[in-house]
């Protein structure tokens, strides 16, 4: 796919590509890469590049010896809502538990009471400086769940928002529909009656207006049970859409192996993932998606079984969880660190994390996640010494770390 005209090349990168099999963070030193159209279209050492292109190319860029990666993926993202929930950080802090906060009608629930009262508007720029907040540190695409409306209308208003968020940004946003989160006020006590709406009602009206390009749910005590969110799953199935599951993560509810079952695109959170599900996601292909910004805001004591996912061969991804009342973060470079220090991840699996494992668990890898021939150019340059140097720290990540985004 050389193609013989060029209308970017950058000169004087190291390339961190992420490919599979290709070495330690995939790396090509002294580098060069070509764009042509939005797409990659040649790279590699830059002393074996093609003479013709590089000769007619217009536009010759020096990276200064930084490196090219590709932009960061964040993929499982709650970041449109309204309102905040630093009063339960208090009462957590003071020895409540995130389950009894939730039982008294807290929790997920009086955020969705926030977003029901905002505005399309008022949702929107509430949302935009979280996402700004990641594009700073190179995130160019986004997973957005619902999941604070638990109407239909709220739903598909949180939806909107978020397709709205791509098209004002330029990121690109991988809408997700999160109607089992938890039950709503008006079906207390009713979950499967609830279930029947979210099934029949709310997820063929997003579906319908083009607005989820993939399903989840809330397995847990405290939400929805396996057999809730196989009814769920099967709807989504029906209706040609992908699923994940939010698995896991306060008791082992079996969700891992559920997700396995059906073959989600990713299981995250499994904390309590017992080996039957972490084999089961493993068998299906399902990424493993590990946030550990929740596990550390809600102080968890148990991390979800790294050592088993790795020995079965289960992808494992990394992503902000960004939500306001289990992990009210927007820093991905944060939750690199994290990944690494709290549950072991080498710096290496975590940013394979968020760039080639999040684009296979929100179904992207065709066009993401990896610097490939054939690939978006969707890239940045990163003034570092060693990419292992982005789970560390990073002191100056600011936007004049030039983000480039040559189309897609
Ligand atoms: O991923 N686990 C369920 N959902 C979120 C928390 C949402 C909330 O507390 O508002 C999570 O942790
Ligand atoms: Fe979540």
């Not at 590049?49 to 000769?55: E, F, I, K, L, N």
């Not at 960061?72 to 409540?96: N, P, S």
């Not at 969705?112 to 190179?138: C, H, I, N, Q, Y």
């Not at 057999?227 to 993560?249: M, S, T």
């Given at each position: 796919m050389t193609q013989v005209l060029w209308d970017i090349l950058w000169t004087n990168v190291h390339l961190a590509t992420f490919q599979e099999g290709k070495g330690p963070y995939g790396a090509i030193r002294d580098g060069a890469l070509a764009v042509h159209q939005g797409k990659i279209v040649w790279m590699g050492r830059q002393s074996d590049a093609p003479r013709g292109p590089v000769q007619k190319c217009k536009d010759i860029r020096d990276g200064k010896g930084g490196w090219l990666l590709p932009g960061f993926i964040d993929c499982h993202t709650h970041l449109v809502f309204a309102g905040d929930r630093a009063d339960e950080f208090e009462w957590r802090l003071q020895g409540k538990s995130y389950e009894e906060i939730a039982a008294k009608g807290g929790g997920i629930v009086s955020t969705v009471l926030k977003t029901r009262a905002a505005g399309e508007d008022e949702l929107f720029d509430a949302s935009l400086p979280r996402l700004r907040a990641m594009m700073v540190e190179g995130v160019s695409t986004v997973e957005i769940k619902s999941g604070y409306g638990l109407s239909t209308e709220c739903e598909l208003k949180m939806l909107r928002v978020a397709r709205a968020l791509q098209e004002h940004t330029g990121v690109r946003v991988a809408t997700t529909f999160l109607g089992a989160h938890a039950v709503p006020p008006e079906y207390a006590g009713r979950s499967s009656d609830y279930i029947d709406t979210v099934c029949k009602e709310m997820l063929p009206a997003a579906a319908a207006e083009g607005l989820v390009d993939a399903v989840d749910g809330f397995c847990e005590n405290l939400a929805f049970t396996p057999d809730e969110i196989a009814r769920v799953f099967e709807a989504a199935k029906n209706l040609g859409l992908p699923v994940k599951l939010h698995a896991d993560q306060l008791s082992d509810s079996g969700g891992g192996a559920l997700a396995g079952r059906y073959g989600a695109l990713s299981a995250d959170h499994l904390e309590y993932a017992s080996q039957n599900s972490v084999e089961a996601l493993a068998a299906a292909g399902s990424v493993a998606v590990l946030l550990p910004g929740a596990y550390y805001f809600l102080r968890q004591k148990r991390a979800p079984p790294i050592a088993a996912l790795r020995r079965a061969g289960a992808p494992m991804a990394v992503a902000s969880d960004c939500n306001p009342g289990s992990a009210p973060f927007t820093s991905l470079l944060l939750m690199l660190n994290m990944a690494c220090t709290l549950f072991g991840l080498t710096p290496e699996e975590a940013l394979t994390g968020v760039t080639r494992q999040a684009a296979r668990a929100l179904g992207l890898s065709q066009r993401k996640g990896t610097l490939e021939i054939g690939k978006d150019a969707d890239l940045n340059l990163w003034r570092i010494d060693h990419p292992r140097q982005l789970c560390y720290g990073?002191?100056?990540?600011?936007?004049?770390?030039a983000s480039i985004r040559e189309g897609g």
């Amino acid at each position: 796919m050389t193609q013989v005209l060029w209308d970017i090349l950058w000169t004087n990168v190291h390339l961190a590509t992420f490919q599979e099999g290709k070495g330690p963070y995939g790396a090509i030193r002294d580098g060069a890469l070509a764009v042509h159209q939005g797409k990659i279209v040649w790279m590699g050492r830059q002393s074996d590049a093609p003479r013709g292109p590089v000769q007619k190319c217009k536009d010759i860029r020096d990276g200064k010896g930084g490196w090219l990666l590709p932009g960061f993926i964040d993929c499982h993202t709650h970041l449109v809502f309204a309102g905040d929930r630093a009063d339960e950080f208090e009462w957590r802090l003071q020895g409540k538990s995130y389950e009894e906060i939730a039982a008294k009608g807290g929790g997920i629930v009086s955020t969705v009471l926030k977003t029901r009262a905002a505005g399309e508007d008022e949702l929107f720029d509430a949302s935009l400086p979280r996402l700004r907040a990641m594009m700073v540190e190179g995130v160019s695409t986004v997973e957005i769940k619902s999941g604070y409306g638990l109407s239909t209308e709220c739903e598909l208003k949180m939806l909107r928002v978020a397709r709205a968020l791509q098209e004002h940004t330029g990121v690109r946003v991988a809408t997700t529909f999160l109607g089992a989160h938890a039950v709503p006020p008006e079906y207390a006590g009713r979950s499967s009656d609830y279930i029947d709406t979210v099934c029949k009602e709310m997820l063929p009206a997003a579906a319908a207006e083009g607005l989820v390009d993939a399903v989840d749910g809330f397995c847990e005590n405290l939400a929805f049970t396996p057999d809730e969110i196989a009814r769920v799953f099967e709807a989504a199935k029906n209706l040609g859409l992908p699923v994940k599951l939010h698995a896991d993560q306060l008791s082992d509810s079996g969700g891992g192996a559920l997700a396995g079952r059906y073959g989600a695109l990713s299981a995250d959170h499994l904390e309590y993932a017992s080996q039957n599900s972490v084999e089961a996601l493993a068998a299906a292909g399902s990424v493993a998606v590990l946030l550990p910004g929740a596990y550390y805001f809600l102080r968890q004591k148990r991390a979800p079984p790294i050592a088993a996912l790795r020995r079965a061969g289960a992808p494992m991804a990394v992503a902000s969880d960004c939500n306001p009342g289990s992990a009210p973060f927007t820093s991905l470079l944060l939750m690199l660190n994290m990944a690494c220090t709290l549950f072991g991840l080498t710096p290496e699996e975590a940013l394979t994390g968020v760039t080639r494992q999040a684009a296979r668990a929100l179904g992207l890898s065709q066009r993401k996640g990896t610097l490939e021939i054939g690939k978006d150019a969707d890239l940045n340059l990163w003034r570092i010494d060693h990419p292992r140097q982005l789970c560390y720290g990073v002191w100056d990540a600011t936007p004049a770390w030039a983000s480039i985004r040559e189309g897609g």
